[in-house]
């Protein structure tokens, strides 16, 4: 999977979770200031992006990223190194 | 002013010679405690506790059963022999007092004595009346309490007596006793309220002499009764309510040995625990409590902290079998119908149940943080969470992995229960719900939303 296709699906995702246009969605967006998700959306959108990418994450790791961009370098970084 | 550095260590330092987690906390002193008695210094060194033979004297069945509806012979029995089993083959708990007045109360310490257990010894309780000695001979007691109140309140107001005529009746039914060959156990009601210059020195001073030729085991024992539970355990607190004054008299002044001083204590200003366990520190060796606490008004020395602070006081089990609390526990509620407060110290459904978020996740991450020892070995009770919305994500993957039953790696992290969470938030703020989340609604959940783990590690 490209950073491309991994940008696309986290977009899509978070758009979804947090009840937002894709459009509207910036890589320079952080989740909890730009984006309002508290901490259980957090929590939410970790999971929903497990599910999607079918993987497990370390909670700690994942719950450390802040942004649209940081959280898409998570999972390029994840996936492609598998 | 001294200085303190900061010792920015790389490893934590948990205090395990204090906080063994194996064990309750223990207690340790590091020096002697002052006391000023007549003007003068004397001193008590509380380490003397560690060697002293301290022990539990229980009376669940006497003054216990006053303040409830009466337990049923099948009860005392099994709570009889569940007793033994706490208190374990060195006889922590050494002795419990039981009425003798019904036929009910002679025919229990039958089915009592009929178990052949060596701890608690079972002794008896009276009133001040050379007659009912005819009850603890024919019972074969060896040893009974009987009621000797020492304050003017008692004294005059409620029987009616000068001091002068109070100490000849007490004395002679303790003369009755010893010629029984009963040894006897003088209960000074009310002592902490009572003249004890004027009434209850002398008194004990009279029963000494009484006793001075008698072998070991016949002497008289004195139980110092906190009726109303006035006792004081701070240093320099003014008689009659100073509780180390008042023992050091009597070991002192009045020549009485720790193995024949008991403390009983009344909770009626919160003070029951802490004055038994000071009596202990003070050089008495007898704390006499009842299961739970359960006495007269507010009750007496719950026994179960009595246990636990043996524990912490001499740095061992010495044979307790604390788990036999939980069983005790479980007895009262399902068989006995009593139900303990939830939020009762070792027994209570939720003593060791959180229900914050923040503490759910340091219970999560490391238990020791938020779990008073380890409750699991000694009590048979893990650490619980209890869910609410104030319990967080952590609560509920706490909750999960208890109730999955997994440990280690194989425990789900916070993202894997975040749909139960998002639940139960959704109870609280679009349902409009007051009431905790049950045990069965959560299994609901998991059974819906982590359906394989169900599967695997519930099904059967």
Request: charged share 25%; net charge negative.
């Amino acid at each position: 999977m490209t950073r491309r296709e991994i940008a696309q699906q986290v977009v899509k995702i978070t758009a979804r979770e947090l009840n937002m246009n894709a459009a509207d969605i910036k890589e320079t967006d952080n989740f909890a200031m730009e984006l309002g998700a508290d901490s259980l959306k957090s929590i939410e959108l970790v999971a929903a992006f497990e599910e999607e990418f079918e993987v497990s994450v370390i909670e700690e790791e994942a719950l450390k990223v802040q942004s649209v961009g940081s959280a898409i370098d998570f999972f390029d970084k994840l996936l492609n190194k598998q | 002013m001294r200085t303190y550095v900061l010792q920015n260590v790389s490893q934590p330092n948990l205090l395990e010679n204090i906080f063994p987690y194996s064990l309750p906390p223990l207690i340790k002193f590091e020096g002697k405690i002052q006391e000023t008695i007549d003007g003068k210094t004397v001193e008590f060194d509380p380490n003397e506790v560690k060697t002293r033979d301290i022990h539990i004297t229980d009376t669940t069945f006497r003054d216990g059963q006053q303040a409830r509806p009466p337990y049923k012979k099948e009860h005392m029995v099994k709570l009889y022999e569940m007793m033994s089993r706490l208190g374990g083959p060195n006889g922590v708990i050494r002795q419990s007092e039981f009425f003798l007045y019904t036929k009910n109360d002679r025919e229990t310490i039958d089915a009592c004595r009929s178990l052949n257990l060596r701890f608690p010894e079972i002794t008896g309780w009276i009133r001040a009346n050379k007659g009912d000695f005819r009850l603890v001979k024919e019972m074969g007691l060896k040893e009974t309490g009987m009621l000797t109140s020492s304050s003017d309140y008692h004294i005059f107001h409620k029987q009616n007596q000068t001091r002068q005529q109070a100490m000849d009746q007490y004395v002679e039914v303790v003369e009755a006793a010893l010629e029984a060959g009963i040894r006897p156990r003088c209960h000074l009601e009310d002592i902490t309220r009572a003249d004890l210059p004027g009434f209850v020195f002398p008194f004990v001073q009279r029963l000494e002499r009484l006793t001075e030729n008698q072998p070991a085991h016949m002497k008289v024992k004195i139980r110092l009764c906190d009726t109303m539970g006035f006792g004081l355990s701070y240093p320099n607190a003014a008689e009659p309510r100073s509780i180390p004054k008042l023992i050091w008299r009597l070991r002192n002044e009045c020549g009485i040995s720790p193995d024949r001083l008991e403390w009983h204590g009344h909770n009626d200003f919160h003070k029951v625990h802490i004055n038994g366990a000071s009596a202990w520190i003070y050089g008495l060796n007898a704390l006499n409590g009842t299961l739970f606490g359960f006495g007269e008004r507010c009750g007496n020395p719950p026994l179960e902290g009595a246990i636990v602070e043996y524990i912490a006081l001499k740095g061992s089990l010495s044979g307790i079998n604390l788990s036999v609390i939980t069983e005790m526990v479980q007895y009262y509620e399902k068989v006995i119908g009593t139900h303990l407060p939830t939020n009762y110290p070792f027994v209570g459904k939720d003593f060791n149940t959180t229900r914050a978020g923040i503490h759910a996740g340091g219970l999560r991450k490391f238990e020791q943080i938020y779990n008073i020892f380890d409750t699991t070995a000694l009590l048979n009770r893990p650490p619980r969470v209890s869910i609410t919305d104030k319990s967080g994500t952590d609560g509920i993957a706490l909750w999960v992995n208890e109730f999955l039953g997994l440990k280690g790696d194989e425990r789900l992290s916070i993202t894997k229960v975040a749909k139960i969470q998002r639940w139960v938030m959704d109870q609280y703020e679009k349902e409009g719900r007051m009431s905790s989340i049950t045990d069965e609604e959560l299994e609901e959940q998991v059974k819906t939303n982590l359906q394989d783990y169900y599967e695997k590690h519930r099904r059967n």
